[in-house]
Structures are given as structure tokens and as C-alpha cells.
């Protein structure tokens, strides 16, 4: 079992920036891909962000330009910079840590980001 801890979310003015971390407990941190998604109420989960292990990303159309993933292996962390924060921003926001092959999926509990206008 692997476990999830998100921390960095909260309130910020619009065109602010917010740091979002997701620190894992295990090292298999290193091998997986690791995903930032997103819940409104009412809406499916959406993906913000994604790194694989060899740091290549996606990022969602709109946040493109504005957030930055990364990870840090040696801390098993990732992070999402998130700048330039709209209203449509705020959301739950969800750490994943996953292996396609290997059939690791785990989920965070999740941070809310509150973006006011």
C-alpha cells in the first residue's frame, strides 16, 4: 500500500500562485507516473498534470502556460506550481501515483484550491 499526502492547497486571490506537494510513502514513488486531477461537485475528475518516471509531461489545454509539474525522486514528492490562478481553477485538487504495467493505482486524499476573483 502506498500512501498519498497532499498539502500546499487553500485561498489565493486570482493571478496568484499556489504551490501544490504530494509526498508518497514508499519508493516505488520512483517508478510510477504520477498525476495531479482535479473534482468540482457535480463534474467527472479531470486531469491537470501528469510526469512519467523519465519526467516527460501533459498538461490539460487550460492550464497549459500556467502550471508546472515536476517530482523529486529522491524525496518521493511531486509538485504542481500552479500561476496565474482564474476562478475556474478552484476544485479538489487529487495527487495519482500509477504503473500501467505493474497495476499501481493510488489516490490521495486531496486539497482544496479556492481561487477568488
Known amino acids: 500500500q502506498v500512501q498519498l499526502v497532499e498539502s500546499g492547497g487553500g485561498l489565493v486571490q486570482a493571478g496568484g500562485p499556489l504551490r501544490l506537494s504530494c509526498a508518497a510513502s514508499?519508493?516505488?514513488?520512483?517508478?510510477?507516473?504520477m498525476g495531479w486531477y482535479r473534482q468540482t461537485p457535480g463534474k467527472q475528475r479531470e486531469l491537470v498534470a501528469r510526469?512519467?518516471?523519465?519526467?516527460?509531461?501533459n498538461y490539460a489545454d487550460s492550464v497549459k502556460g500556467r502550471f508546472t509539474i515536476s517530482r523529486d525522486n529522491a524525496k518521493n514528492t511531486v509538485y504542481l506550481q500552479m500561476n496565474s490562478l482564474k476562478p475556474e481553477d478552484t476544485a479538489v485538487y487529487y495527487c495519482?501515483?500509477?504503473?500501467?504495467?505493474?497495476?499501481?493505482?493510488?489516490w490521495g486524499q486531496g486539497t482544496q484550491v479556492t481561487v477568488s476573483s
Open positions: 514508499r519508493s516505488i514513488f520512483s517508478i510510477c507516473v
Open positions: 510526469i512519467t518516471n523519465v519526467d516527460n509531461t
Open positions: 495519482r501515483a500509477d504503473h500501467p504495467v505493474y497495476g499501481y493505482d493510488y
